[in-house]
């Protein structure tokens, strides 16, 4: 068998951008049976994200937040899906920028990210609520 | 075999942003032979985009066109790609920013998707004609 | 094998928009040897990206790194994360809108791309230095 996938839960997250690599891993045990292939991570949701970024300054993710809500403000006069909150279509707009998924080479039985890449969860919603992400594991067993 | 692969065409459709699922799935009865595995869809233009997000509401749809015209405007002053017209370098934005693919966990022959999730195409074009799209099927057969 | 996986290395670029198709090809002769699957290309980097855009006339690619410059400016008065200098944050805001990774199909030994498309390396620093790329290809072999 070359391929694994299963669906984890990402607990429910602030408003923010947030390093959830050891959450997940901890959820993956196979990983480490594939010795080289991709690994997909994708988050079932529209007004939540999946991206890589910097794993190590927490800052980056402060900024990363104030700055997308600049370039996705709440309360836009053109905004007519207003009915579920002022943060609910700012989200929509920030899911289809950063993305619902993300793809990552396996190498020896490890994500194969930089020195500097964690995977983050970008939770758009005020209260989001826990988060499911499909993970499809397809390469090489050992 | 594992592998599907397969040339799709959508519909010319106006600029903005075009729930598909239905017309995608429609010209692709090979998804269900596969019972796990993943499948990808890739758009053969640089000025349109696939995405996935909310597929209810048409005002969120809307929303997206407006707010992406923003990001995104015409005639900014330091363009100097505009031999094509004043949409087409704010459609090469747009496309940079959504990208040109999406990757769909498949799940028991069918795209394992969330509840609310439908994939989009954003014609970013006022006129872009009918649009290209490669589909790659990857998996287990039933 | 329908397996193969290498990390490759791009020269170092000024920060903008790069066409780097045939200095990937270049370095990737395997490719031919797949009939038909999907290559991903992978940055290890998170203040540079990898994107699919127009091949041909370069005034796109400075209207795109002179717009991205509008959506990620320096100097917000929000950023705390200004140690390694005003070019860092809006490097990281660019990584994460425009991505890490880019998959395309792979049809008869060739990228299957558009007649328009290129790769694009997105050098998001002003320094960035040489960039490593894993690239992972499968499929079937020929």
């Known amino acids: 068998m070359t391929w694994f996938q299963t669906t984890l839960h990402l607990s429910a997250k602030p408003r923010g951008f947030h390093l959830v690599t050891s959450e997940i891993l901890r959820q993956l045990p196979q990983l480490r049976e594939f010795n080289l292939g991709i690994a997909h ?12 970024n910097e794993n190590a300054d927490p800052t980056v993710r402060h900024d990363l937040e104030a700055h997308f809500n600049q370039i996705a403000p709440e309360n836009m006069p053109y905004f007519k899906h207003t009915l579920e909150g002022p943060d609910d279509m700012p989200a929509h707009i920030k899911a289809i920028l950063i993305g619902e998924s993300v793809s990552v080479p396996i190498t020896h039985g490890k994500l194969n990210l930089g020195t500097w890449q964690g995977i983050y969860l970008c939770e758009h919603r005020d209260y989001g609520g826990e988060r499911r992400i499909v993970v499809t594991l397809n390469g090489e067993r050992n």
Chains 1, 2, 3 share one sequence.
């Open 41 to 52: 991570f994708f988050i079932q949701h529209t007004s939540a994200s999946l991206a890589l």
